[in-house]
């Protein structure tokens, strides 16, 4: 059972384009993370979102998280090359981190 | 801040032979550490956690085993590889609310 669903799954988009991946489940999480993952590599953490209906920004990128606290959303505005990655978002259940499905992103210069 | 350090970064093993893929934090105290596996491109899915010392929990059944035989020491197993083991693994640790991941191990079976 997957707790957590991602879309778009893939993604690709010019430099200087905007786009919003999101994240949604049925289940109520305690915080949510957002990473960003390289191939070869671990997931990086971007941000934690805690409270319903929180926004947080990190530059070009905007985290929301729902006020049911069951879905999130992450805007990128101005997508550059280097934004290109793996993009994972995860939910907190007490001890355990439950991650979503991924979604694929490519920024062609 | 906690470093995780996992080791080896890619592995190829035949199958039946055995695994052991070893995980050590520096950085922090009594952490919370898990074990993923990644398909390629794509969410990551837990196998193990460990909340202390010799307390594991598996969240599917398999053909992996998990230890913790000291605080900051996690360490994946396996008595007889299956072709289907192939894999990105990944170990992570969380201190509080969130989790930090190390380098991961490309496990390949031939």
């Known amino acids: 059972t997957q707790l957590l669903e991602q879309s778009p799954q893939f993604l690709s988009i010019q430099e200087g384009e905007n786009l919003t991946v999101y994240c949604n489940s049925s289940s109520v999480f305690s915080s949510l993370q957002w990473y960003r993952q390289e191939p070869g590599e671990g997931p990086v953490l971007l941000v934690t979102v805690v409270t319903g209906g929180e926004v947080k920004k990190l530059k070009r990128l905007t985290f929301q998280f729902g006020d049911a606290r069951k879905d999130s959303s992450l805007h990128i505005t101005a997508a550059q090359p280097g934004d290109t990655g793996l993009y994972l978002c995860?939910?907190?259940?007490?001890?355990?981190?439950?991650f979503g499905t991924g979604t694929s992103l490519t920024v062609i210069p | 801040s906690q470093t995780i350090h996992q080791w080896p970064a890619t592995l190829v093993q035949p199958v039946g032979s055995p695994l052991s893929l070893e995980c050590t934090v520096e950085g922090t105290s009594n952490p919370n550490l898990y074990w993923y596996r990644q398909a390629a491109g794509r969410g990551l899915q837990l196998l193990f956690y460990?909340?202390?010392?010799?307390?594991i929990s598996s969240e599917v059944p398999q053909n992996l085993s998990a230890s913790r035989p000291q605080d900051r020491q996690f360490i994946l197993s396996s008595k007889k590889l299956l072709l289907s083991d192939s894999g990105f693994y990944l170990c992570a640790c969380s201190p509080n609310t969130e989790a930090f991941f190390g380098q991961g191990t490309r496990l390949t079976v031939v």
């Open positions: 995860a939910g907190a259940v007490g001890n355990q981190f439950y």
């Open positions: 460990s909340v202390g010392i010799g307390q």
